[in-house]
């Protein structure tokens, strides 16, 4: 129904800047909420910022607030994740995301809302 593709990850320096892109097709109409969660091994999958397709209303996880932005580009059916200023335990595999059903913040942080996942692009930062 909704295909979601990313790209932009990389390896590099604390300090540093990194920008992921995650271009959705399909049936595009119905998604709500576009976001991105990441995961490294051992730990949780968990969120770190969404935006809503039509209002363009912006969420982020406390950890990456200042750093991160998130933006889309209605045109090209694509969110992007521009993140400044990273750090090594920045350092995970992101997923983008999209669901037609998280409207408020307890539900847009929730990764059991969404039903449609890319593959994950890996994000390394070194020290």
């Known amino acids: 129904q909704v295909q979601l593709v990313e790209s932009g990850g990389g390896l590099v320096q604390a300090g540093g800047s990194l920008r992921l892109s995650c271009a959705a097709s399909g049936r595009t109409y119905s998604i709500y909420t576009m976001g991105w969660f990441r995961q490294d091994p051992g730990k949780e999958r968990e969120f770190v910022t969404a935006?809503?397709?039509?209002?363009?209303?912006?969420y982020y996880a406390d950890s990456v607030k200042g750093r991160f932005t998130i933006s889309k580009d209605n045109a090209k059916n694509t969110v992007y994740l521009q993140m400044n200023s990273l750090k090594p335990e920045d350092t995970a595999v992101y997923y983008c995301a999209a669901t037609a059903r998280a409207r408020e913040w307890v539900f847009i942080t929730t990764k059991a809302r969404y039903d449609y996942w890319g593959q994950g692009t890996q994000v390394t930062v070194s020290s």
């Open positions: 935006i809503t397709w039509s209002g363009g209303s912006t």
